[in-house]
């Protein structure tokens, strides 16, 4: 069974930061793009940030670009999302996911929720004024 699980979210206030962790368990996504989306209250589940399974290509949503960074670990298995400069806005459920199965060349990215076809059961970021 595929899972993917993860941690890191918590209460912060308006400045601060924190990393998010994505270890996948089930199978091996080496080869599979990765992403971060996040759902705010009363939103639809938007982009954050997506990483080609390379590592060498990763593309940001407007609202994050220079603050937040998306890498992988160095099993593969593992995807971070570091967020610095936090703001009342980013407060929201953080959803890692995986593409759905193909083969992807090194420098592919998804960016819509419809390429992506495992996720995770999301973690809670909460940022205070």
């Known amino acids: 069974q595929v899972q993917l699980v993860e941690s890191g979210g918590g209460l912060v206030q308006a400045g601060a930061s924190l990393r998010l962790s994505c270890v996948a368990s089930?199978?091996?996504?080496?080869?599979?793009?990765m992403g971060w989306f996040r759902q705010g209250p009363g939103k639809e589940r938007e982009f954050v940030a997506g990483?080609?399974?390379?590592?060498?290509?990763?593309l940001y949503a407007d609202s994050v670009k220079g603050r937040f960074t998306i890498s992988t670990g160095g099993a593969k298995n593992t995807v971070y999302l570091q967020m610095n400069s936090l703001k009342p806005e980013d407060t929201a459920v953080y959803y890692c996911?995986?593409?759905?199965?193909?083969?992807?060349?090194?420098?592919?990215?998804?960016?819509?929720?419809?390429?992506?076809?495992?996720w995770g059961q999301g973690t809670q970021v909460t940022v205070s004024s």
């Open positions: 089930g199978r091996t996504f080496s080869r599979y793009p």
């Open positions: 990483i080609s399974w390379s590592g060498l290509n990763t």
């Open positions: 996911a995986a593409r759905r199965d193909g083969l992807f060349t090194a420098t592919a990215v998804a960016t819509t929720r419809l390429e992506y076809g495992y």
